[in-house]
């Protein structure tokens, strides 16, 4: 399979998805944005000092983790790859510091970003803290009340949190009034989307900051077991944590990509956020991607209990990669994550993310599927710390 | 040029207000509602919600259009957000074509679409051109010169020139960026397409320092709105207000013209 370095091309595109479906007044910075990513994106220096802040500061390389008691659960052998060891908790923090370290670069000033679980936003905060670049968090109003404990984080690093009351009031709420808000301050402040949506460059960009997880991923799993792994499982909310695992191992056409989208209270619900597997073409937020949306085009109100997944859109790259078969695309509901949640809790001492549990949940699921020699590597995202408030309430009733 | 949106605050009375100012107006600018319009402000995202909320649909938008269209002869213009457009067949190509030709149907003119710029315009130039409307396009303070040039080869009907750096709304004067830009994109585009400036303008006195500034028409959205939003549980005051508003427009336009064409 011959893939690397033909997508996306010029226009940001991957075949018919992603491109710059952005208001006139965003294209000069956009324009501005990809020239400079350009530029930094293969400047040795740039990547150097990008890799020794995620060193020193964030202590990478993460470890690739045998999980031994969850492998004689599933019947075969299961990695996790340890993102929720990142400071901050999660794999965020790689493209904030990427992104970040950039604006710098380009004489911005000022950060500001959206968020939905309030993983980006936190990360965002780090890296406006770590940085000195004062910060704005866009975030919806449903999403600060149950994700609270971000909240507060986010302002003790210094970030001015801003509710956002339009719309459905989470996270593709928050991206409009974040790209609002770019609008009237492009000229100072760097727009840190937080997964590999948006218009060109930030697909693109977000993915190059991300593959350091893939790339330490296939150095691991090589001196590990001397082999490449049958399957990666990643959880899909826009799609970075997938796609930052899966990038180095798309041309070896024999490992298993899979993505797994939330199905909230059941995928024939209209309580989900299964974009990729049910969604129709179509553009928001400046890309052609695969979207959740009425007759009309109007998007749709999506739903799962982790915030992180809780998005009407994915990734231009992901809708690619599904067409043209190379990523295959699942979902697991509410109930199955919270369940996997509490597996690897109990199993491995380890409290994964409500966004993560749900690749956990579709090996749990298909655990038949995989042979005792097998490997599969999950990526463990991040960390369930900030889901503790929503796991107590659903603990009782729904947990088996 | 007035701006309302299809539906706002209900289909009937949204159609009344369109024929009430009509004879106050050049063109008539509608948008069709998108649940997420990025460059629009609260005031133009609160007049989409309410539609939404009176139930309208892209369907019902369009044959309100054509109900305005049986009743004035001037030119309607739609404001709306790409993905509203690609509705309604397999591939993008064939909903395009579906929605011109329907939008020609129901008498559209011309279209202005928020999040398409140039480089993705392929495909809306192709029907555009097959169904004789014109596709306007914006330009922004920010807009290089050579990005400028692209547009205007593409560009029909008139440039609608985006006052501020910012998203829509009414604000309470004109800044000097935007006379700057006025100045600056009409060496450029003089015979070529007229310039309409939009976001920001509330009164007849901007509207006079605007077409002072070399600018060929006016754009007012959010102060219409800002009518709509103040009076809604007062609809013969609403209409009374926005065609006195209209009228103050016209009125000051007009001044203007006749002491221009004195000097
Ligand atoms: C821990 C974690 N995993 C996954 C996601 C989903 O994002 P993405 O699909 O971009 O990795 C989030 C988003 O907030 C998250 O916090």
Redesign the interface.
Known sequence: MNYYGKYPDK?GKFG?FG???????L???LTELTEAFNKYGVDENFSKEFYQILKDYSGRPTPLYYAGRLSENIGCKVYLKREDLNHGGAHKINNVIGQALLAKKMGKTKLVAETGAGQHGFATAIAGAYFGMPTKVFMGQIDIKRQAYNVNRMKLLGAEVIPVK??SRTL??AV?EG??YW??N??NTHYLMGSVVGPHPYPLMVREFQRVIGRETKRQILELEKRLPTAIISCIGGGSNAIGISYDFIEDKEVHLIGVEAAGEGRNTDKHSIALGKGR??????A?QF?L?N?????METYSVSAGLDYPGVGPEHCFLKTIDRLKVSDATDKEALNAFKKLSLLEGIIPALESSHALAYLIRNKDKFRKEDIVIINLSGSGSKDLDIIKKYVKDTIK | MPFLVAGDPSLEKFKELCVAIEPFCDILEIGIPFSDPIADGPTIQEANVRAFKAGITTTRALEGIKDIRSKTEKPIIILTYYNILIQGAQTIEESLDKTFKNLKQNGVDGILIGDLPIEEADLALKVCEKYDICLIFLIAPSTTEERLEKILKSARGFLYLIAVMGITGARSRVAQITKDTIQRMKEKTEEILPIFVGFGISSPEHASTIINAGADGIIIGSAMVNIITKNLSDFVEMKSEMVKFVSSIKNAMMALQKHNSRS
């Open positions: 226009l018919e491109g710059m479906f952005a208001p006139e007044i294209m000069p910075a339009s719309g593709k709420d409009n790209l609002r609008i009237s492009v000229h073409k179509g553009v928001l937020h400046g052609m979207l949306q007759e009309f085009g109007n998007i």
